[in-house]
């Protein structure tokens, strides 16, 4: 059987053709490597007996759909492919394991910036600072002081989970939310009133 030609009717035409055709091959790439990587780490936290944190998958998806016309949190500069986006924790989970499912505490992040180690906590709660006012300074430094630590029954967790969900369909089908509102409808976290009554974060 002899090769099929297609006829174009421009050099442009046959441009945008396979410009189209290979993004589409780039980008179906992208989603089998994303999911071999999903794959590989379940597998490794099955070989390592570590639990996956549903309240903490639920929260991050909040997350990444609140921030995704957001660059990233701390690299503002830097081009941010949606699709790759992160849910990073300013005061990170293994130094403040008690501020880790506040939603004042995690933002969009690239990739890049929520893998480097080198990036400190500090420089993280700048740049949240950095776009939105020094006084989430304040309420990050209230709410570490006055939630620790969280105790959490596998009934609470539940009911965080299912709420959290509840919201993200809710943001999917065009709900506009602040952090603050999440939060406080999670019920997970003493929050400074200042925080609960302000619209922007």
Same mark, same amino acid.
């Given at each position: 059987?002899?090769?099929?030609?297609?006829?174009?009717?421009?050099?442009?035409?046959?441009?945008?053709?396979?410009?189209?055709?290979?993004?589409?091959?780039?980008?179906?790439?992208?989603?089998?490597?994303?999911?071999?990587?999903?794959?590989?780490?379940?597998?490794?936290?099955?070989?390592?007996?570590?639990?996956?944190?549903?309240?903490?998958?639920?929260?991050?998806?909040?997350?990444?759909?609140?921030?995704?016309?957001?660059?990233?949190?701390?690299?503002?500069?830097?081009?941010?492919?949606?699709?790759?986006?992160?849910?990073?924790?300013?005061?990170?989970?293994?130094?403040?394991?008690?501020?880790?499912?506040?939603?004042?505490?995690?933002?969009?992040?690239?990739?890049?910036?929520?893998?480097?180690?080198?990036?400190?906590?500090?420089?993280?709660?700048?740049?949240?600072?950095?776009?939105?006012?020094?006084?989430?300074?304040? +309420?990050?430094? +209230?709410?570490?002081?006055?939630?620790?630590?969280?105790?959490?029954?596998?009934?609470?967790?539940?009911?965080?989970?299912?709420?959290?969900?509840?919201?993200?369909?809710?943001?999917?089908?065009?709900?506009?939310?602040?952090?603050?509102?999440?939060?406080?409808?999670?019920?997970?976290?003493?929050?400074?009133?200042?925080?609960?009554?302000?619209?922007?974060?």
């Amino acid at each position: 059987m002899g090769q099929t030609y297609i006829k174009w009717c421009s050099d442009k035409c046959q441009d945008a053709y396979i410009k189209k055709t290979v993004e589409k091959v780039r980008e179906e790439q992208k989603r089998k490597k994303r999911k071999e990587w999903r794959e590989q780490k379940q597998k490794y936290r099955a070989e390592l007996g570590i639990s996956v944190d549903h309240l903490q998958k639920a929260i991050n998806k909040i997350v990444r759909k609140l921030d995704e016309n957001e660059p990233c949190i701390v690299f503002p500069a830097l081009p941010i492919d949606p699709s790759t986006k992160q849910a990073g924790h300013s005061f990170s989970r293994s130094r403040k394991p008690h501020l880790k499912y506040l939603l004042l505490n995690i933002h969009g992040e690239s990739e890049r910036s929520n893998g480097d180690q080198n990036i400190t906590d500090e420089v993280r709660v700048r740049a949240v600072a950095d776009r939105y006012g020094d006084e989430v300074l304040e +309420w990050l430094y +209230w709410a570490d002081t006055h939630n620790r630590p969280l105790k959490l029954t596998q009934q609470d967790k539940n009911e965080a989970i299912k709420e959290a969900r509840k919201i993200h369909r809710e943001l999917e089908q065009g709900a506009e939310y602040t952090r603050s509102y999440i939060d406080a409808r999670l019920r997970l976290y003493k929050l400074p009133e200042d925080y609960l009554k302000q619209n922007k974060i």
